[in-house]
């Protein structure tokens, strides 16, 4: 039968016939939606019983208490299912992201990696890279953003001139690319912000790899150490911006760790 009806309707005459029942269906049914009201006294017929219904004994009552609830229950556990869902969604949304890191501790293991001599450049390299993945995992979750659109240089102030370090995470770039990248850190910087933020990168630089940047810097008026961060894909920054200024607020402090910046700087 399913395959007589799929040929039927892939015919021309098929066509027809359907889009014509199509068509008297749609024209037919307002009418059908107005006769509709007619049944509202039928269907209203055992409302009115059970509302008319005079109990006189305690078991005739409980047998109506239950009946109105039958009737009313659905109703009070939509009205409930609503409410959690407007109100659930609403308040679900507003809570703001939490962190998995402990900041506060990743940065003091640092610093006390750093600042003492028995502890092997390995393991100090390897505290670096546990701090800046994690704040790297943090912003993919915060945006939404999966790890391959994201890359990350630390940079460093040379006699008053940004400079790219060695730590870097994610894609490899070009000579090109890193001027671009300069660039961007030079206006970024004219901002005056600790953790600027830069969307439609590609306005200015066509060639770039990047769509979205983000900046953090250490508090103060010389830059001492920051970290770029770029996107490949296009951000709302400001859909989290509060939330992306208390994340990052532990590493507007590194730079004025002198040992750390000192590391740091000199890492190949």
């Not at 039928?42 to 509302?51: Q, Y």
């Not at 890359?151 to 890193?178: M, P």
């Amino acid at each position: 039968m399913k395959w007589i009806f799929r040929n039927f309707k892939n015919t021309k005459f098929g066509k027809i016939f359907l889009g014509a029942i199509s068509f008297i269906a749609l024209v037919m049914l307002p009418a059908l939606i107005e006769e509709s009201y007619s049944l509202n006294n039928l269907l209203s017929i055992p409302l009115d019983l059970l509302a008319d219904w005079e109990t006189t004994g305690t078991l005739s009552g409980r047998v109506k208490f239950v009946l109105l609830l039958l009737v009313y229950l659905p109703s009070i556990l939509f009205i409930i299912l609503l409410i959690f869902s407007i109100f659930g969604r609403k308040s679900a949304g507003n809570e703001p992201y939490q962190s998995n890191y402990d900041y506060g501790k990743l940065i003091a293991e640092l610093s006390s990696a750093v600042n003492d001599r028995t502890t092997s450049g390995d393991l100090t390299t390897s505290k670096v890279h546990i701090l800046f993945n994690a704040l790297i995992d943090d912003i993919c979750k915060l945006y939404n953003i999966e790890r391959n659109h994201v890359r990350a240089v630390i940079v460093r102030n040379e006699r008053g001139n940004q400079k790219l370090t060695g730590w870097r995470w994610g894609r490899s770039i070009t000579e090109d690319q890193e001027r671009m990248d300069l660039k961007a850190i030079a206006t970024l910087l004219e901002t005056e912000k600790t953790y600027p933020t830069w969307e439609q990168v590609k306005k200015q630089f066509v060639n770039g790899d990047s769509e979205t940047l983000f900046f953090i810097r250490n508090t103060g008026n010389e830059l001492k150490l920051g970290v770029l961060i770029a996107v490949s894909k296009q951000i709302d920054t400001e859909e989290h911006i509060d939330e992306w200024a208390q994340l990052v607020y532990p590493f507007t402090m590194l730079g004025h760790m002198d040992k750390l910046v000192k590391y740091v700087v000199n890492y190949r």
